[in-house]
């Protein structure tokens, strides 16, 4: 285009590209997801419906965008995972965010009628939040997965227990509030089995450990690898890693994107799929 004496203004944008070789998380987050799940009668403590329809936008979101490595998603949030080397729009925060949250919310109403064909959605329509952090370790990006599974298990094992109390126990919201104040997991586990018969290890997978979601390639059987987390830290020849990244990138593309609900917090997810971290 040509100058125009208008384009000084283009240098008030400000750069916000994220640091280099870092892991970059972009989580986005249902706003004012506690009305929209009461207006179209999310079943309480978990939809199945609506975290399936999360699921599946975020599978579209990782199918339009091979930087992703890996996805988790709990509730009515989903963090998506750039690999370190990762240059999509030079890493500028607010291309990254914007590009996941417009596309998810686009396909989360996209599937909407899939997941909910008896009720069609109407304004206010869901919209999502998003943010970006770098983590310069991958022992830093494993604790923050860790920390959002923690989060998810907590809140699940005191959200089943405390509907329980209202839809089996019929007592209201604040006395089960009341009878849940101060106690530990154990104490839930048997309010659950004592009174209700509900033995939470049955509970389905999706509820207790979320969702992960990740390109799947076969799978190292324990103990036959020696990729370390340390590795993550060994400078490699910048001329055979571009060939390598290139490959990778490629490979990564066509493999099939597959949301499981696993443990991430012990190693054995991520020794078994070296290819996540490395
Ligand atoms: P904010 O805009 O600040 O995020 P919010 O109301 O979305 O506000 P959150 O802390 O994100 O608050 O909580 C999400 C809410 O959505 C919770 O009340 C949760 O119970 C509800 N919710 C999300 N997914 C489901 C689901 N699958 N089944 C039942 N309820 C759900
Ligand atoms: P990027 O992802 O970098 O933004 P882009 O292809 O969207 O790539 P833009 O610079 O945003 O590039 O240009 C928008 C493109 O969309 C142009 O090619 C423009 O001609 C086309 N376009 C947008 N709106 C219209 C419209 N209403 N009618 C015809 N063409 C349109
Ligand atoms: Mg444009
Ligand atoms: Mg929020
Ligand atoms: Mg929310
Ligand atoms: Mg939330
Ligand atoms: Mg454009």
């Not at 998380?25 to 975290?51: C, H, Q």
């Not at 988790?72 to 990762?86: A, P």
């Amino acid at each position: 285009m040509a100058n125009s004496k208008f384009e000084y203004v283009k240098q008030f944008e400000q750069p916000d590209n994220l640091l280099p070789n870092t892991w970059v998380v972009v989580r986005i987050d249902g706003r004012g997801f506690t009305k929209f799940s009461t207006k179209y009668g999310f079943e309480k403590p978990n939809d199945k419906r609506a975290l399936e329809l999360m699921n599946a936008a975020a599978r579209a979101v990782m199918a339009e965008l091979p930087d992703i490595t890996i996805a988790y998603g709990v509730s009515d949030e989903y963090s998506f995972v750039f690999h370190k080397t990762c240059s999509l729009f030079e890493r500028r925060s607010s291309k990254l965010v914007s590009t996941i949250v417009s596309t998810f919310t686009a396909y989360y109403v996209h599937f909407w009628s899939t997941h909910f064909p008896e009720t069609p959605l109407s304004p206010p329509l869901p919209s999502f939040d998003g943010r970006a952090v770098c983590y310069p370790t991958v022992q830093n990006l494993r604790d923050y997965m860790s920390w959002r599974q923690v989060d998810c298990h907590i809140n699940n094992l005191y959200n089943t227990t405390f509907w329980a109390l209202i839809q089996l126990g019929s007592i209201d919201a604040t006395e089960a509030e009341k009878t849940l104040k101060g106690t530990y997991a154990a104490d839930k586990n048997e309010i659950l089995f004592s009174k209700f018969g509900i033995n939470y290890n049955n509970e389905l997978e999706m509820y207790k450990k979320g969702s992960v979601v990740f390109r799947d390639y076969e799978l190292v059987e324990p103990g036959t690898h020696n990729t370390t987390i340390e590795a993550d830290n060994l400078a490699e020849p910048a001329q055979q890693s571009k060939t390598q990244a290139e490959n990778d990138r490629k490979r990564r593309a066509k493999a099939r994107i597959v949301v499981e609900h696993l443990d991430i917090i012990k190693d054995e997810f991520w020794d078994r799929r070296p290819w996540l971290l490395s």
